[in-house]
């Protein structure tokens, strides 16, 4: 399939082959009945990156055939939002004659919003100049008579950015407006309807929970702030710096006062943890005063490495949230000796794709 297109028919199917892919592949481990949470079969991606290809006078979006490589004309893109597929065209049709802003651009990637707002970056093969700088900023006077959009263009060593260079996500959480700050380039959760089922669920397999929460790959406080109401305290560790300020943003902004972000490597969490090694960045942090018994991880692909994965067997009850069915499986074999695994859940984060996004949720033997 051609990436982006969406097959709206046949999404439900798509769906019962991944439910009893998951089932099949995890029935070693006697996993409870599998909940799954469907996407929207379409307009479900809150993000997008096109190349742009210049042909003649002609200027236009392409993506390129997972199966063949050949580049593929995009004028809309089902699996895109909305705001997204609106944008695009609007775009392309007032940069095709102009020829400040179209020269050298090779690529345009889009971050929108569920609450209307979305950045647009756009990438050249040049340095950029004050002419394309005037004719920048028009381009989004015009722009924003119609959307609340933000500019920010790159070039080799070169970052514009005409207002600020994020957004601000409003997500829906069990009846409560939660606020987010997404910083352009970083890490987001692509489909928000099933990022807000993710923290439902979440919510829910902790609603019992007692103590504090500490939570691993924390990104922008996704979680966090979502499950702070369920527990103590929440102490919660992120490398990403653009990523840590932006859990402070969000913090603030959604009044929370018992969330604590550490910006730190999760390897070097555990070893700070165990009092293996002293850190500067724990300073005035006083680890013994967190009782976590709940801990939460959100690791990349690659899963777990194991020192957090015997790190984590001493916590009560765990949360895991994983991209990768094969690494999850790697780590269940090693969190199922200790732990039984209570909740299982398949989040439909990429119709459409082999991608998978599961939820385990385990509590101590």
Known sequence: MIPGQVDV???????TEKSEFLVDRFKEFATPNLETYASEPSHYRLRAEFRVWHQDEDLYHIVFD??????VRVDQFPSASLLINQVMIVLMDELRDNQILRRKLFQ?????????????????????DDDWQQEAVALKERLNKQFNL?????????KICLDKDFVIEKLQVAGNELIYKQVENSFTQPNGGINQKMLEWSLDVTKNATGDLLEMYCGNGNFSLALAKNFRKVLATEIAKPSVESAQYNIAANNIEN??????????????LRGEREFNRLKGIDLASFECNTILVDPPRAGLDLETLKMIQGYENIVYISCNPDTL?????????????ERFALFDQFPYTHHMESGVYLTRK
Do not use: P
């Open 150 to 158: 933000q500019i920010i263009s790159r070039a080799r060593k070169q």
């Open 9 to 15: 028919a046949n999404y439900q199917q798509q769906l």
């Open 329 to 341: 499986a790697n780590n269940l074999e090693t969190l199922t000796q200790t732990h039984h695994i």
């Open 108 to 128: 345009v990637d889009y971050l929108s919003t569920l609450s209307g707002e979305i950045t647009v970056s756009m990438l050249y093969h040049r340095q950029l």
């Open 259 to 272: 969330v604590t972000i550490i910006r730190m490597a999760a390897e070097d969490f555990t070893q700070a």
């Open 66 to 71: 997972s199966e063949t490589k050949e580049k």
